[in-house]
């Protein structure tokens, strides 16, 4: 199948089908398709084949398709040639960062840049980054309010996608002064179908019971559903956190009362990212997910003040 993000699923077998040794001998070739009702020209066909294209074949030529960091080093090096042949790929995403960031006193922006061949440009002043923009080298203090634009350009002077980071001063969210908590997080789930998760509905409540941490721990859900998890995240040092929610279809982090990732309606499995300042000890937790039908991804990491990014677990929760 292919994948909504930059490669298609590497861990896919051709021959995983629980096929007998003689009946795998049927198996002439694998296929992916793109459909073209709402792609209005060949320019965007590309872009959204190239280079999913590659991860089809890595998928059907290579012993090990897992080898995802392998097979990331052999698409780089192929973009020479899709460059030469002028054709739109999408560009590797830019990482490192976090659209929405926060700084309490200062703060130094960074960018992973997968292509080092590639250059990245930004602005400040909330123009589309151009080759005469300034060059992203390393890393840019940050000690004021301020909106990046940046984007990487390839070889031959094309530009890929733009990229906004906004930066805004932000004190330390005091901690909740609470006593007496337990382990783990208040769980609902509700059995409905809803367009985002304002409309979720206390009236449509099935089930209700402590998860260790952000889980689903309903057997067999309905096609369409909706969850609440709640309860506190234990900061367990003063610093700027970063929380990456991953999920389809839609989802709301809320911290301290307030949303801080939005990744609400309904789309496919896609990451959006929010940073805060906290202060040691509980803060308010709350997430509410639903799905629209067809299979869910739900997923919440979080980068502590160290830089170390890591996936939620039962060391982080705490419920009344």
Same mark, same amino acid.
């Given at each position: ?22 009946? *795998? ?5 694998? +296929? ?22 590659? !991860?089809?074949?890595?998928? =059907? ?14 698409? &780089? ?6 460059? !030469? ?29 997968? $292509? ?27 000690? *004021?309010?301020? +909106? ?7 070889? %031959? ?20 002064? &609470? ?12 059995? /409905?179908?809803?367009? $985002? ?18 889980? &689903? ?6 096609? +369409? ?11 367990? *040092? ?13 989802? $709301?982090?809320? &911290?301290?009362? %307030?949303?801080?990732?939005?990744? @609400?309606?309904? /789309?496919? =499995?896609?990451?959006? %990212? !929010? *940073?805060? !300042? ?25 980068? @502590? ?16």
């Amino acid at each position: 199948m292919l994948s909504t993000k930059f490669f298609c699923n590497l861990t896919f077998d051709p021959l995983g089908f629980q096929l007998s040794t003689a009946d *795998q001998q049927y198996i002439k070739g694998v +296929q992916s398709c793109t459909w073209t009702e709402t792609i209005p020209s060949e320019q965007r066909l590309e872009y959204m084949i190239f280079p999913r294209m590659m !991860a089809m074949s890595e998928v =059907a030529w290579n012993n090990s398709p897992s080898d995802w960091k392998g097979f990331e080093k052999r698409v &780089i090096n192929q973009l020479p040639m899709l460059d !030469a042949m002028n054709i739109n790929y999408r560009f590797q995403d830019l990482k490192g960062f976090s659209v929405n960031s926060v700084f309490t006193d200062t703060a130094s922006l960074r960018i992973t840049n997968p $292509v080092p061949e590639f250059k990245i440009h930004y602005t400040t002043d909330g123009s589309l980054p151009t080759l005469s923009s300034k060059i992203f080298n390393g890393s840019v203090l940050v000690n *004021q309010p301020v +909106q990046f634009k940046l984007a990487a350009f390839n070889t %031959s002077g094309k530009r890929g996608e733009v990229y906004t980071i906004n930066y805004k001063k932000q004190p330390y969210a005091e901690a909740t002064k &609470i006593t007496e908590l337990q382990k783990g997080l208040n769980f609902s789930y509700y059995p /409905h179908g809803y367009r $985002v998760v304002s409309e979720i509905s206390e009236k449509d409540l099935e089930i209700k019971q402590v998860t260790s941490a952000v889980e &689903i721990p309903v057997a067999k859900t309905a096609d +369409q559903f909706a969850t609440k998890h709640k309860g506190y995240f234990y900061a367990d *040092q003063t610093g700027v956190y970063t929380f990456f929610l991953r999920s389809d279809d839609g989802s $709301v982090l809320k &911290i301290n009362g %307030s949303t801080l990732v939005d990744n @609400d309606g309904m /789309h496919f =499995a896609i990451e959006k %990212s !929010a *940073q805060i !300042a906290l202060k040691k000890g509980y803060h308010a937790f709350e997430l509410l997910f639903l799905e629209g039908g067809g299979g869910y991804t739900l997923k919440l990491e979080v980068q @502590d003040p160290s830089g170390k990014r890591r996936e939620v677990n039962g060391k982080d929760f705490f419920r009344q």
